[in-house]
Every structure is written in C-alpha cells, then in structure tokens.
C-alpha cells in the first residue's frame, strides 16, 4: 500500500463535519463514548466466548469473529473521526488515507462473509439437527473463518494496489470525515472507469451472492419452523437466530441505503450521516444485540462475573467455583 510514483498528492485534507461547528464538542464526546463501548463490547464478547467452555459452539466461534471484524471496523474510523470532529479538519498522508480505506473495506467484506456462514450455522442448526455437530466441526467452522478472512482482504489489496496506479494530481480535498472509494476516485486525474468496474464486479461475491445465500437460507428456516407442530417449539427455534437475522437486516439495509439510493440531490451532511450509521454505528450494535438478545451469552456473563466476585473475596470459593 505504499504511494504510486504516479501520484503527484502527499496529503490528503479530510473537512469532516463543516456544518456542525457549533456541536462539534457534543458530537466528539458522543463518538467517544460510542467508540469505548464498541471496544469493550467486542472484546467482552470475545473473552466471554473463549473462556466459557458452554459457548465453544460453531454459532459463538463466529460471533467472535464477528466481533474482531467490528473492532477492525471502528479502529480504522473512529480516531481519525474523533479527530477530524474536534479540529473541523485533519490532514492525512496519501498512504495513510490508503490504508484506511483498505482495512475499512477488508473489514466491511469480512462482515459481509461472516453474516453469511453464520446464516450457514443457523440454516443447518434448524434444517439439519441430527446431523448439526458432525457437519459444523471445529475444523470446518476454522476452514469457513480462514477462507472469509483470506478472501476479503486479498480482494480488497487488489482494489488498493489499482487505485494506487492511478495518477493523483489535484485537489487533494475530501469532503468527508474517511477515506472511502469514491471520494478518492474523485482527486484522480486517469481514468477510473477500470477501478470503477472492478468495484461493481467486487460486489458480485462479496457482497450480492451473500445476501442472496442468506435470503435462501432464511426462506429455508422459515419453511422449517412453519412445519414444527407446537407453538413453544416455533418460537425456541426461531429465538436462535432472531439475533443474526436482525444484525443481517441492520447491515445490509444500511449499505442498500448508502450505496444504492441515488445521491444526487442528496445532501453531503445526509450522505455523511448514513456512513456514520455502518462505521460507527453497527460495529456497536451488534455485540449489543448479541449479548441482549441471548441468554447464553448473558448466562456465560452471570457465571463470569460470580466467579470473578468469588476469587477477589475468597481464594477457596473460587477454587469451588471453578470445580
């Protein structure tokens, strides 16, 4: 990702929220509290996860990534966003808004991927029971982890190494609080039509084909639910997937609303609110659905928390507790 000799732009000037002077103090101590909360969230989830010995299912591996992907996901925007929001505007180095671009994107991708075999996961929990734990073993469910995260950021560096072959000559202002592809596609002076078609062709497995695989997968879960005799065991199998099915609609109805709504005439603030809702806003939400909406995430908390409780007041109730 390092700066083509082609590029004749060494910074990058990122103008950020111009229009909200007057709540820039408000807005930075909001996007603060949001970006801690997504960062302990994640990672309790993750440590939640990997010491409950209850939890050590294909379902909750995936969470986990999951997870990492969200904590990827604000790393990559929020600094630059908490900075950009308490100066009015930031200067970046050409390559450091490449980089940004890439592990937002690679990340996003991910995201996309791993709402996919997780709909996989709850497909097969539902569809296939009997035969659940020998297909979703814990070497394919590391397969299916290692193939999303090799696949979105291989494909991703490809889109990366292409912009950087292109020649940047002027103006080196975006109108924007990140680096997203557009924009910069803008401060080009080659032509962008291949980079441009490449994106389109991108989005066909990384982002059409999982949404199609995850609408068949739920009509599949629906249908199987709809067979199941008794009302109480509709509702407990439909319990154990509401929470991915309403992270799946959160998702992919906020990129629909960025990237498919048509922006002309629609304002830059507008435009700018809608990115804050799959930067900033999801990578919060979904830990928070999770951990809301499952009780054995909130019953792992409970029996964490007792333990933790029992080992800082008595060294031997904790030696019990563990037992």
Known sequence: ?????????????????????????????????????????????????????????AMYIFLTQLSLSDIMMATSIDPNLLHVVLVEHITVSFG?????????????ALESLLLTVMSYDRYMAISSPLHYNAIMNYIFCLKLIVFSWFLSFSSILN???????????????????????????????????IVQTEVTVLTIPMAAIPFMFI????????????????????????????????????????LLCTYMVPTRGQSLTASKVLS???????????????????????????????????????????MLCCA
Not at 96 to 108: I, N, R, W
């Open 159 to 193: 889109h990366v190494i292409a912009v950087c072959n292109l020649e940047f000559c002027g103006p080196n202002v975006i109108d924007h609080f990140f680096c997203d592809l557009s924009p910069l596609l803008e401060l080009s002076c080659s032509d962008t039509s």
């Open 1 to 57: 990702m390092l700066q083509s000799n082609a590029s004749m732009i060494t910074e990058i000037h990122l103008l950020g929220f111009r229009n909200l002077k007057h709540l820039n103090i408000l807005i930075f101590i909001v996007l603060l509290v949001i970006y801690c909360l997504t960062i302990s969230s994640n990672f309790l989830i993750v440590v939640i996860v990997t010491k409950s010995k209850s939890l050590h299912s």
């Open 215 to 254: 609408i068949a997968s739920y009509s599949s879960i629906i249908y199987t639910i709809l067979r199941i005799p008794s009302g109480t065991g509709r509702q407990k199998a439909f319990s154990t997937c509401s929470s991915h099915l309403t992270v799946v609609s959160i998702f992919y109805g906020t």
């Open 96 to 108: 450091g808004c490449l980089t940004q671009f890439y592990f937002f994107s690679a990340s996003l």
């Open 276 to 318: 804050l809702l799959y930067t900033v806003v999801i990578p919060l939400v979904n830990p928070l659905i999770y951990s809301l909406r499952n009780s054995s995430i909130k019953e792992a908390v409970r029996v964490t928390r007792v333990k933790q409780v029992a080992k800082t007041r008595h060294p031997i109730a904790a």
